[in-house]
C-alpha cells in the first residue's frame, strides 16, 4: 500500500500562490490515481483535482479550476497541487488521497483507500 505525506501549506495573502507536495512512501504514486481535497472547519471534506490514468489526465472542481494545477512527478514518486490567485475561501486543511482504479474520475472522498495527514493552507483577505 501507498502513504501520502502532505508538505507545502502555509499562510498566503489573497492572490499569492503555494505549492503542495505529496509524497509517498510504500509502492510507487504511477499505481495509482491522486487526488486533492480539502476541509474547512465546519464543511465536509470536497474534491479539489485528481490526476489519473494513461497520460496524467486531470480533473477540477469547478471552484479551482483555472486557478489551481494538479500533476505528477514519477520519477520523484510525488503529486503537486500549484496553487495561484489564492482567495480566502480556499482556507482549509488540504489533503493528498489514493485509489488504485487509475483510469477513473473519482470526486467521493469515500471512494479513496489512502489518505495523508493533511496541510493547513490559510488565505488572509
Known amino acids: 500500500q501507498v502513504q501520502p505525506v502532505e508538505s507545502g501549506g502555509g499562510l498566503v495573502q489573497a492572490g499569492g500562490s503555494l505549492r503542495l507536495s505529496c509524497a509517498a512512501s510504500g509502492r510507487t504514486l504511477s499505481s495509482y490515481a491522486m487526488g486533492w481535497f480539502r476541509q474547512a472547519p465546519g464543511k465536509e471534506r470536497e474534491f479539489v483535482a485528481t490526476v489519473y490514468g494513461a497520460g496524467s489526465r486531470t480533473y477540477y472542481a469547478d471552484s479551482v479550476k483555472g486557478r489551481f494545477t494538479i500533476s505528477r512527478d514519477d520519477a520523484k514518486n510525488t503529486v503537486y497541487l500549484q496553487m495561484n490567485s489564492l482567495k480566502p475561501e480556499d482556507t482549509a486543511v488540504y489533503y493528498c488521497?489514493?485509489?488504485?482504479?487509475?483510469?477513473?474520475?473519482?470526486?467521493?472522498?469515500?471512494?479513496?483507500?489512502?489518505w495523508g495527514q493533511g496541510t493547513q493552507v490559510t488565505v488572509s483577505a
Open positions: 488521497a489514493a485509489h488504485r482504479n487509475t483510469g477513473i474520475v473519482r470526486v467521493k472522498a469515500s471512494l479513496y483507500d489512502y
